[in-house]
Every structure is written in structure tokens, then in C-alpha cells.
């Protein structure tokens, strides 16, 4: 909670709840980022992370989340700028749906993207699980039916 400068999740969970950071935030590989009630004034940018869990924030910035292993959710934000999901892996989380809809890539669900959506290389294809997003930038790559 609080205002940082900066936060980098190096290790283990890192959670920002009610929070304001100024600057970017960094997810190292292995480590997890849970994101609740928080506003990012900067980018965020993950590589090899296990999850990214991002829950009714504002981040004013690029988003970039590349080759997660497990879990990749991003529901209910207001995010200002570019959003780049890549080569993420998806657990799914819910036999029951993968078993009657088959499997599905990183979650993205009722969000308001100001700047552009790519999508490429996902495990499967980015989900909303019928909330859909707003995208007010190009749609691109596996995101262009989003």
C-alpha cells in the first residue's frame, strides 16, 4: 500500500493494493504480481513471470506481459496506453470450461484499453469470459477478434 517511486517484484508474490506508484513496475522471472485498487503511473513490463493478476486499476502506461507460465488475468482496469500480451502460457483454472470450450490463453476481461492490443504466441486465445473489452487503439495479431 502507499506511494512508491518504483516497485520491482524480484521473488515470491508481490501484491500492490491501494497503491501509487510513480514510475514503472518490473516482474522478473519467477516471481508474481497481484495488482488490486492501485494506480500506475508508468510502465509495466513482466518477462518469465509464474502469474500477473491485475484487479480495478488505473495504469497510465505500457503494459507489456511476456512469457508467463501459469496465469495471466487482467479484469475490470483502465489502462491508458499500449497493452502487448505475448507467448504467456494459460492454466486453466476451470476443467469444467476448458473441457466444454476447449482451452484458453491470458484472461482479459472488461477492461478500457486506451492505446493498442497485440496478442501473439498465447498458449491459446485471450478469453473474456463475455465481458468485453474497450479498445480504443488498433486491435492487432491474436487480438484483432477481441
Do not use: W
Amino acid at each position: 500500500t502507499g506511494r512508491h517511486s518504483r516497485v520491482t517484484a524480484g521473488q515470491g508474490v508481490t501484491c500492490l493494493t491501494n497503491a501509487e506508484v510513480a514510475g514503472q513496475v518490473t516482474v522478473s522471472a519467477g516471481a508474481s504480481l497481484v495488482v488490486r485498487d492501485t494506480t500506475v503511473n508508468g510502465t509495466v513490463v513482466s518477462a518469465g513471470a509464474t502469474s500477473i493478476q491485475m484487479f480495478g486499476s488505473t495504469f497510465n502506461g505500457a503494459v507489456t506481459i511476456a512469457t508467463t507460465s501459469r496465469d495471466v488475468t487482467v479484469a475490470g482496469n483502465r489502462l491508458t496506453g499500449s497493452v502487448v500480451l505475448t507467448g504467456n502460457t494459460q492454466i486453466s483454472a476451470n476443467e469444467r470450461y476448458s473441457r466444454l470450450a476447449g482451452p484458453y490463453g491470458p484472461l482479459l476481461v472488461g477492461n478500457l484499453i486506451g492505446g493498442a492490443l497485440s496478442c501473439s504466441g498465447n498458449s491459446a486465445p485471450v478469453e473474456d469470459f463475455g465481458a468485453p473489452n474497450t479498445v480504443r487503439g488498433e486491435k492487432v495479431t491474436d487480438c484483432a477478434q477481441v
